[in-house]
């Protein structure tokens, strides 16, 4: 823990202690810009999407883009960087917050359930142009979703710890295949199936795959 220096004084260590109003205005608007630049690379591509038409989708000009990311291909770095992040993170705390490994599964195909319902604009952008971004920053994004995996991996190996490594890793991209691709076709068309009819669907087709005999 970060220790306040006791000769400062109390008004400008509790100042450093908290971001201010600015700082948390320029961070508000960088995660907007995330936000939007997943919905424009998702309907018309990352070649197909302008800095100007980034800034004008959060009420900015094209060159204020610049003040939050260096390059339009700095955006698309920070949003898959960024979501790859989050996933590990993510599954790595639902894996030691669980009692055992059935319910460390539960949870890890809820959790991926919930992402795969709310990003699907980023799900479609990964699959579309991870070749846009730069070498390092594709290498960096599939060490992630390695790691990721191998979460996956782990606890469906601890649950049925006769199936091989290959077999495994089949059973876990394989669910991931379902999972991500499921809420993005299930709102094609006229008949839009509502997430909460799509999520119960979901996970009980992720278990039957990962856990059948």
Partial sequence: MTQLDP????????????????????????????????????ERGFNGVSIEDL????????PAVYRHFPSKQAVLEALLVGVSEGLLSG?????????????????????????????PDTIRVQDRDLDALTDAARREVRRLQRRYVEVWIRVLGELHPAL???????????????????????????AQVAPDAVRPVLERMAWSALTSP
């Fill in 7 to 42: 000769a400062a004084p109390p008004e400008l260590s509790l100042e450093h202690s908290r971001p201010t109003q600015r700082s948390q205005a320029k961070a508000d608007r960088r995660a907007a810009l995330l936000e939007a630049a997943a919905g424009l690379f998702a």
């Fill in 55 to 62: 800034g004008s989708a959060v009420g900015i000009s094209g």
């Fill in 91 to 119: 599954g790595q705390q639902v894996e030691d917050a669980a009692a055992d490994a059935a319910s460390a599964l539960h949870s890890l195909i809820g959790f991926h359930v919930d992402f795969a319902l709310s990003e």
């Fill in 164 to 190: 091989t490594e290959d077999e495994l890793r089949v059973r876990v991209q394989g669910t991931f295949g379902l999972l991500n691709s499921t809420p993005h076709t299930a709102r094609i068309g006229a």
